[in-house]
């Protein structure tokens, strides 16, 4: 079957599935102090309708399946939707998004259940600092998790990092250096203006040109050519064991790369992060949807899928007033970041 194209000839093979909205951290840049209201249970898709997704968006080219949230560790029998999942012909790559608080004791009925790899959401090293930027979480639980999981087989390992100007940008090295002797991976995301807008303003977002240039101290980078970049870049310190990612939504238009679909707690198709364009297949489900009209709604969200977003054309701004009509108005944790 020939791959599956956007209007802009963009191959779409990779879609993102957010498990919950609910989390177990209230991190500073995604979610208010006292969290969000959680869409109602009944409102969310069950595994067997996200197994049903995704099995149609399996024959029709999708390959590469991601877990995330909210935190997805704290849905109940992850493993189930995780076997059930492995168990579609044509998925090569089966991976989660943590926090990676619950990963010890999960890390390893996951592998069991076929989960290939794990990307743990790791913002400060300090724990004094981690517990101020997740509001509560615990960084032992965290780095307990990440060793589980590599025992467990889940590799590579990947780190993701948001630095913020005056919170933890002067850990950007100490980041960057676990790429030096460990087979680890280290990606820096662009903190954006998604979810929590009054957190986002222009003096916290560091931007991947500076991030570089810190890590460059430690040695010229090379790039890495991984099985299939997408968005992000990838780049070695030289002789280090480990990757680097660079993951620029702001500072770098990406969106000629953007590879996903991302399938929402609630049951919406949602071709673009940063566009609220969402095509309801829950109710479609519920409404006693064949199969050949998931396919239809999944082929449409594919060609509404838009050429870029136009964000980074009035960024950084000097007040998050006017960034509020640019800002994204769904949390990350209900769209699956
Ligand atoms: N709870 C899991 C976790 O934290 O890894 C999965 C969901 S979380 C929404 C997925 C990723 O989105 C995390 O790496 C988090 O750092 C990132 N994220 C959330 N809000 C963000 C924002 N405003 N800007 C950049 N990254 C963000
Ligand atoms: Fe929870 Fe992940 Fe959002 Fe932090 S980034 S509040 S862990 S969903």
Same mark, same amino acid.
């Given at each position: ?55 149609? *968006? #399996?024959?029709? /080219? @999708? ?5 995330? +949230?909210?935190? &997805? $560790? ?66 032992? *639980? #965290?780095?307990? /998790? @990440? ?5 467990? +087989?889940?590799? &590579? $390992? ?180």
């Amino acid at each position: 079957m020939s791959p599956l194209q956007d209007s802009y000839a963009r191959v779409i093979d990779y879609l993102r599935i957010s498990v919950t909205d609910k989390c177990n951290l209230r991190c500073i840049y995604c979610m208010p102090s006292d969290g969000i209201a959680p869409v109602r249970h009944s409102d969310i898709l069950s595994y067997e309708e996200i197994i049903r997704v995704a099995a149609v *968006a #399996v024959r029709l /080219g @999708v390959r590469k399946i991601r877990l995330t +949230g909210g935190e &997805p $560790l704290v849905r109940k029998n992850l493993a189930f939707l995780i076997s059930s999942l492995r168990a579609i012909p044509g998925i090569d790559d089966l991976s989660l998004t943590t926090n990676g608080i619950l990963l010890g004791q999960h890390a390893r009925t996951l592998a069991d259940a076929g989960l290939d790899r794990v990307n743990v959401s790791i913002d400060s090293l300090r724990p004094d600092r981690y517990r101020e930027i997740t509001r509560g979480g615990d960084l032992e *639980a #965290v780095l307990r /998790g @990440v060793q589980a999981a590599e025992k467990a +087989g889940l590799k &590579p $390992l990947k780190i993701n990092m948001v630095p913020m100007r005056g919170l933890n940008e002067d850990e950007i090295l100490d980041f960057a250096r676990i790429t030096i002797d460990t087979d680890r991976h280290v990606r820096f995301i662009e903190c954006m203006p998604v979810g929590s807008i009054n957190f986002w303003d222009a003096g916290k977002y560091v931007n991947t040109d500076e991030i570089r240039r810190i890590i460059e101290t430690l040695g010229s980078l090379s790039p890495v050519r991984m099985r299939k970049n997408g968005p992000s870049k990838y780049y070695r310190i030289h002789r280090a064991k480990g990757v680097l990612g660079f993951i620029s939504a702001l500072s770098h238009h990406y969106c000629g790369d953007c590879n996903r679909l991302r399938l929402t707690a609630d049951g919406k198709l949602r071709p673009c992060l940063f566009s609220e364009t969402e095509i309801d297949i829950r109710s479609a489900i519920r409404a006693g949807a064949a199969d050949d009209e998931i396919e239809r709604l999944l082929r449409l969200s594919i060609e509404v899928k838009p050429k870029g977003h136009t964000l980074g054309n009035s960024l950084p701004l000097s007040g998050s007033e006017q960034l509020a009509s640019h800002a994204v108005k769904r949390y990350m944790s209900r769209i699956g970041g």
